[in-house]
Structure formats: structure tokens, C-alpha cells
């Protein structure tokens, strides 16, 4: 029995939560088909899930069908979970994006469908709801070819569509030839220099051209009544195929969510890609930091389940594996590939207080607790006893919040967000300070710092020009450690990053200095480089793509203009302007509330985070 992973994907209220019931459902693995509404599904199985009808984490569910074993991997469909979008991405063999046939292709499936086309992850498309009044056929698909892609054919048609009689059939292999013939070379040929494609020429390359990412087939159903999910069920184990293992002995594989259990335990979520993993095995996981360094962490699994079997885990499958003290999401076994993400980290900012005072302390545990799990989830105390945290969203604020009600049973104020700058070193600065120092504190220490950019995207980086024997191991990790602490805020009050620092002179007095010394003389030597090499603030900037009718172009481009946009291009001029372009992070807002006055209610905006540029205003 061979194994699939497959993501269920979607903008929020698709029904892709249905889809998946309905699959389980099917295929034996629950009793009874649950409900968003009534709160009792299997996937979303958090209280707030289940409170607020969304799926805010990635579940894992499993069925058998034929020979094959399918995880469903079924993930958050609000913009603001963005990021378990991510790490669900990472584990899969294939995808199914579905769209409603009543609202169409909305801004969240464009997001999701170009990382889908860039990553080349075999998706297949699910049109639900086409029992619901108001579903389209061939209007969507025209929609699906302009706006998604337009290496798209249906494999089923809807018969009564927009009806609660709607009846789902099959269509005959001989239409797939023509937009194949778009995609694969030997189709073109058959179909323009004859004899015709065969059916099973034609199968075998809507297979091949499936499998690579390059085509896309669509079926139409219902979740929820069940139509057309067995047509897509057998197009999901023939078009998919498994992601191949390399036959290494070493198991290799990425943990790709972490739950936190009632005794503060925690069960990760692994997918192995070679080797196995048993029960009492003791396994290294490496994990890189937020400065990009790459370290070690160690643990011995105490408890192991196999989603959807027992026993060993093996290549291709998942399990729930408890046991590894400390385990984070993104943490690799053994190594595969560089450490990145598809989506970009959170831009926006807030600070979060306890509402009752006395309760600061166990708040920013429970913040610190939760950013532990999560290294997308970024936390950083204050002076002023509050956290910032950086997030996607106002949704996932609420989230949040109510996660450390009911979990840590704390109640909790946001601040409003606001967009996150970034500091860069304009040049570059040392400073140095001779033991015995001292500004009302003696320390016994000598420590010479030099500042200055890094290499883009490098983040953070410390390294030395002094010998290494010069200083006790603790010492070197006190300045070390000190000096990544203390950029997360530099001269603006903004997290530094793209910075190398250098450790040009250091000295201690062997039985006076202690770690202590350097850790609390390291900061002031900082302080006076950072200073003397200056910084550049940076703000986050947004590719942005809004359509809009024929007669709004202009007063739309000249509102774009004005909050500073730069355009990249303007295409169409038939039946609608696509005007592309970057914008300042905190002017997207004000953006997305204009455009339905400037286009009478008809413009559709879309925007992803791309990057940052220098703060040119306030």
C-alpha cells in the first residue's frame, strides 16, 4: 500500500472543511458526516475552531481507498493562518483547491493557486457547491482560465446545476485533447499532424502533465450531497503519484505543526521522507534560529502514532510523535533542501498587556510559550511589562486571544497593529571598552564590537577576529547571544536585521570576570557601533494586482499613484483593466477601502507581501 499526502486548500467558507467529512465519510474512516456549523467536525477539533466555524490549524484525517492510503491534510482558509498554509505545503505529494461555484475564484485562491503553479504541486481543482442556487459551469470556468490559469479543462459536467437536483457525469476522454496539446508536445503533434490521440495517449499524458504541475483538471460536485466527489477521489489516486524516497537508510523528514498537550508536552506532526522511526528511538532534529544559524535538538520518542496505522513510521507516511522536549515547527530530521518558507513572515505589530495587571508576568509566559511552538509566531518582551507580537491579521489577533483565555486563562488587550519597520546599518561603527569598566557598574571585561551591513536576506550574523582561545567558551556565547538580543531593537526602536558584527578585542581578568560582565558590558559597546555606523529604516512593500473595469482605470491608477505605488504593468483594455504594481504595506488598506467607490463595487484587489524599501515618509 503506497501513501498520499494531499492538502485541501481554499479561500475561507469554500467548504473545503466539508470536503474533507464528506471524503472521510465515504471511505469508512467516521461514522457520520459533521458540520461547520454545528461545530462538530473532525478536523476542526480546537474549541475555537470549532467556535468560530474556520480551520485555523493544519489537521490531518486519513481514509483508504484501493490500495492506497490518503492523508488529508485540510488547512486554514483566512489569509491571516497564511502560514500554516505554509508549512502544510512542504509535507504534500499533491493538492485539491476548491473553489465554490457560486462565489467564484476569490482573492485568497489566486494567492494560493501561483505558489500551487510555482512550487509545480499536482493540483486538481474541486468546484463544490454546484447544488447551490446561483452556480455557474461555464462562466467559472472561463473565470478559472483568466484568472488562475489556463491549463484547466473539466473531466465532469453538471447537469441542473445551481439546483438541489444537481447530477454530476462524466465527459468523454476525447475533450481533454485539445487544451492538452497546449501542455504536451506529443498531444500537439497527434492533434495537428494526426493519426488523433488515443484514449489512452490522452490519459497518460493528462497524467504525466497533472503529475509536473503543468495542467490542471476540474471536477464539479458537492460536498455536502455528495455529487462528484467519487469522480474526483479516483482522478486523486490515478493523477497523483507518491513522492518517490531516495532508499536512504537515514530517516529524513520535517515536523509541520506542533500541539501542545495538558501536561505541557508536545506532539509533532512529521512527515518522513526516508528511513523509518520507531517507538524509543532517539532522534537529532536541526532547526535554524531567526539570526539563520542552524542548531542541534535532541529527544527520544516516548510515544508514536501513525496517522491512519500503527506501529513503524515509513517513507511517505505521518505521525504524531511525542516525546521530543522542545520540538519545534520547521524542525528538519536530517537534511533536505535549504530552510524557506513560500509565504512571507507577518508585517504587522502589536503589543499585548495582561487587562488585569497582576497577570503580566503569566501573559508574557503564555506569549513566549506560544512563540516557542511556533517560529512564526514572533513574541518579544518590553520594558513596559508588555509583548510585541507580530501577526498577519486582525483575525488571528482575536484568535490569539482567545486562545490565552481559554488555555492560560488570561485575559488580554491588543493594541491596535501597525505595519512592522525593519533597521538596516547604513555603514559601518566600532567601539570598544577596556576592563575594569564601568558607568555605575564595574565590569570586568574588554570587548570590541564592529558593525556593519550584511549580505541581503542574510539577517544576522556574528563573528569573530580575535582568537578563539582568547576567551572562555562562556564568554564568547555570552557576547554572542548578547548582541542578537539586543538588535531586536535598534536605534528607531526597530528589529535590525542584514548586519554583520564583529568581535575585534576582547580581555578578562581571570579569577574577577565572569559571564555576567560580558553580557552586561556587551550592550553599551553595541549601542556606541550601532551609532557610529548609523541605520536605514525599512518598511514591508506588497505586489499588488487589481482589475477593474474599462471606465476606472484612470481615477484608479491616480489614487495608486498618489499613495505612492509603483506600477509594473497594464494589460488587457477588452473587457477589463489588470493594472500590477508594489505598494508601501500600510497604504494597502486604504487602498482596498477606495477601490469599491473608484470602480462602482465591480474591482477586485489582490496583494502578497514582497519584500521591503527604505522608509521615505512617515
Request: hydrophobic share 40%.
Amino acid at each position: 500500500m503506497h501513501t498520499l499526502n494531499i492538502g485541501i486548500l481554499a479561500h475561507v467558507d469554500a467548504g473545503k472543511t466539508s470536503l474533507t467529512e464528506r471524503l472521510l465519510f465515504d471511505h469508512g474512516a467516521i461514522d457520520r458526516l459533521g458540520s461547520v456549523d454545528a461545530g462538530d467536525t473532525r478536523t476542526d477539533d480546537g474549541a475555537i475552531e470549532r467556535e468560530r466555524g474556520i480551520t485555523i490549524r493544519s489537521a490531518v484525517a486519513s481514509f483508504t481507498v484501493g490500495g492506497t492510503r490518503v492523508n488529508l491534510i485540510d488547512t486554514p482558509g483566512h489569509s491571516d493562518f497564511i502560514a500554516e498554509v505554509e508549512r502544510a505545503l512542504e509535507v504534500l505529494d499533491g493538492a485539491v483547491l476548491v473553489l465554490s461555484a457560486v462565489e467564484g475564484v476569490q482573492a485568497q485562491t489566486r494567492v494560493l493557486m501561483r505558489t500551487l503553479r510555482r512550487l509545480r504541486l499536482p493540483t486538481l481543482v474541486f468546484v463544490n457547491k454546484a447544488d447551490r442556487a446561483g452556480a455557474r459551469a461555464e462562466g467559472l470556468l472561463a473565470d478559472i482560465r483568466r484568472r488562475l490559469t489556463p491549463h484547466v479543462a473539466p473531466l465532469t459536467t453538471v447537469q441542473g446545476i445551481g439546483t438541489p437536483g444537481a447530477r454530476v457525469t462524466p465527459l468523454p476522454i476525447g475533450s481533454l485533447a485539445e487544451p492538452l496539446a497546449d501542455v504536451d508536445a506529443g498531444v500537439l503533434a497527434a492533434v495537428v499532424d494526426g493519426p488523433p490521440p488515443t484514449p489512452d495517449d490522452l490519459r497518460a499524458a493528462l497524467a504525466a502533465r497533472t503529475a509536473d504541475g503543468s495542467f490542471h483538471p476540474v471536477w464539479f460536485g458537492s460536498a455536502l450531497g455528495g455529487q462528484g466527489v467519487p469522480d474526483l477521489v479516483e482522478g486523486l489516486v490515478r493523477l497523483v503519484p507518491p513522492t518517490p524516497s531516495t532508499g536512504a537508510t537515514a530517516p529524513r523528514g520535517t515536523v509541520f505543526a506542533v500541539r501542545p498537550g495538558p501536561s505541557g508536552e508536545r506532539t509533532a506532526y512529521l512527515r518522513l521522507y526516508d528511513g523509518q522511526v520507531s517507538a524509543r528511538q532517539r532522534l537529532t532534529l536541526l532547526r535554524r534560529d531567526a539570526d539563520g544559524r542552524t542548531r542541534e535538538v535532541a529527544g527520544r520518542v516516548t510515544r508514536l502514532d501513525v496517522v491512519g496505522g500503527d506501529g513503524t513510521l515509513t517513507a511517505g507516511n505521518i505521525a504524531a510523535v511525542t516525546g521530543l522536549t522542545g520540538v519545534r515547527v520547521g524542525d528538519r530530521l536530517g537534511e533536505r533542501g535549504p530552510f524557506e518558507g513560500h509565504f512571507a513572515p507577518p508585517t504587522l505589530e502589536t503589543v499585548v498587556t495582561a487587562r488585569v495587571p497582576e497577570r503580566s508576568a503569566r501573559l508574557r509566559g503564555a506569549l513566549l510559550a506560544l512563540a516557542d511552538q511556533d517560529p512564526l509566531i514572533h513574541a518579544r518582551p518590553l520594558p513596559d511589562g508588555g509583548t510585541s507580537l507580530l501577526l498577519y491579521g486582525e483575525v488571528q489577533m482575536e484568535v490569539i486571544a482567545a486562545t490565552l483565555a481559554q488555555d492560560f486563562g488570561v485575559e488580554a488587550d491588543f493594541a491596535p497593529g501597525r505595519v512592522r519597520l525593519l533597521e538596516r546599518p547604513r555603514g559601518v561603527g566600532e567601539a570598544c571598552a577596556e576592563l575594569p569598566w564601568h558607568d555605575g557598574t564595574r565590569y570586568w571585561a574588554t570587548i570590541g564590537l564592529r558593525v556593519e551591513p550584511g549580505p541581503p536576506g542574510s539577517g544576522g550574523v556574528f563573528g569573530y577576529e580575535t582568537e578563539l582561545g582568547a576567551l572562555p567558551r562562556a564568554f564568547h556565547t555570552a557576547i554572542e547571544e548578547t548582541v542578537h538580543l539586543c538588535l531586536r531593537s535598534g536605534l528607531d526602536g526597530a528589529a535590525v536585521t542584514d548586519y554583520r558584527v564583529t568581535l575585534v578585542r576582547s580581555g578578562f581578568v581571570g579569577p574577577l570576570s565572569t559571564a555576567a560582565d560580558f553580557r552586561g558590558l556587551t550592550p553599551v559597546v553595541l549601542r556606541r557601533a550601532l551609532e557610529r555606523a548609523g541605520t536605514r529604516l525599512y518598511e514591508p512593500y506588497h505586489a499588488f494586482e487589481t482589475e477593474v473595469p474599462l471606465d476606472a482605470l484612470a481615477p484608479v491608477t491616480a489614487q495608486l499613484a498618489a499613495l505612492g505605488a509603483e506600477f509594473t504593468g497594464t494589460t488587457g483594455g477588452s473587457t477589463a483593466w489588470v493594472v500590477t504594481g508594489a505598494i508601501a504595506a500600510r497604504r494597502v488598506r486604504e487602498m482596498e477601502l477606495r477601490l469599491p467607490g473608484l470602480t462602482h463595487g465591480e474591482g477586485v484587489w489582490w496583494s502578497r507581501p514582497s519584500g521591503d524599501r527604505e522608509l521615505r515618509s512617515p
